[in-house]
C-alpha cells in the first residue's frame, strides 16, 4: 500500500513469514507516522487511566501479548514481536505526545530486533536520531534482556519495580519500562505526557 493517510489507520490482520498463525495488529497511514506498525499503544496519563492494568501481569502475558488492538490500548506480545523482527530489518520509533502543549518528541532505534524466549527476548537497538529526543533510554547498554514480575535474568524489576528492559544491576539503569508514566521536558520541566506510541517499521517498506 504506498498511501500515507490516516483514513487507512486501523486494526489489520497480519503474519509474518515464521508466524504458524495471523494475529491482529494496528497499522498507521498517517503523515506523523509514516507505514508503520504500534506494537504498544499505553493511553490516556500512562498507566493510571489505561483500560488496562500493565503491572499486574507474568511473563506469559508479555509473552503472548493483551489488550485490544481495535481499541488502541495494547501490546502486541513478545512472541509476536519477535516473529516480526526476525523476518527483515525493522526501526522502532517511539512517540511522545503531550497535547495540553501541542508539543511531540520521538526516539529513533535503528537495527531493533529481538531473541527468543529461551533467550529472555533479549533485544538489540541503534540509536539514530538524537535530534528528537523522548526521554527514553532503550539505546544505553543494548542489548538487554526483558524483565517480567515473575521472571527477571538481571534482577531489575525488584529494582525498579515495573517489567520492560533495563540496563545492568545493580542500578539497572537507561532502561525503558513499560508501566510508569512517561515524561518529557516541555516548559522547562519534566511533565508526563498524555500518549505514548511505539512503532515498527520495515527497513525498505512493505
Not at 495471523?22 to 507505514?35: E, I, N, Q, R, V
Not at 495540553?100 to 541503534?126: E, I, P, V, W
Request: aromatic letters at 16%; proline letters at 7%.
Amino acid at each position: 500500500m504506498g498511501v500515507t493517510d490516516p483514513a487507512y489507520d486501523g486494526p489489520y490482520v497480519i503474519q509474518p513469514m515464521t508466524s504458524p498463525q495471523p494475529f491482529l495488529a494496528y497499522c498507521y497511514f498517517s503523515p506523523w507516522s509514516g507505514k508503520t506498525l504500534a506494537l504498544w499503544r499505553p493511553t490516556l496519563g500512562i498507566p493510571a487511566n489505561c483500560a488496562i492494568s500493565w503491572s499486574n501481569r507474568g511473563w506469559a502475558d508479555y509473552a503472548a501479548g493483551f489488550g485490544s488492538a481495535a481499541s488502541k490500548n495494547f501490546f502486541i506480545g513478545l512472541k509476536n514481536l519477535r516473529l516480526l523482527t526476525s523476518q527483515a530489518k525493522y526501526t522502532l520509533t517511539i512517540f511522545h505526545f503531550h497535547t495540553n502543549h501541542n508539543k511531540q518528541a520521538r526516539a529513533l532505534y535503528s537495527d531493533f530486533s529481538l531473541s527468543a524466549a529461551t533467550y529472555d527476548f533479549t533485544f538489540t537497538s541503534f540509536a539514530s536520531d538524537p535530534a528528537q529526543p523522548a526521554d527514553d533510554g532503550m539505546a544505553a547498554a543494548s542489548p538487554r534482556s526483558f524483565c517480567a514480575s515473575d521472571r527477571c535474568v538481571s534482577g531489575c524489576y525488584a529494582t525498579r519495580s515495573a517489567p520492560g528492559w533495563f540496563g545492568p544491576a545493580p542500578d539497572c539503569q537507561g532502561y525503558s519500562d513499560l508501566d510508569l508514566v512517561m515524561t518529557w521536558p516541555i516548559t522547562g520541566e519534566d511533565e508526563a505526557c498524555d500518549e505514548a506510541v511505539y512503532t515498527l517499521e520495515r527497513v525498505g517498506g512493505f
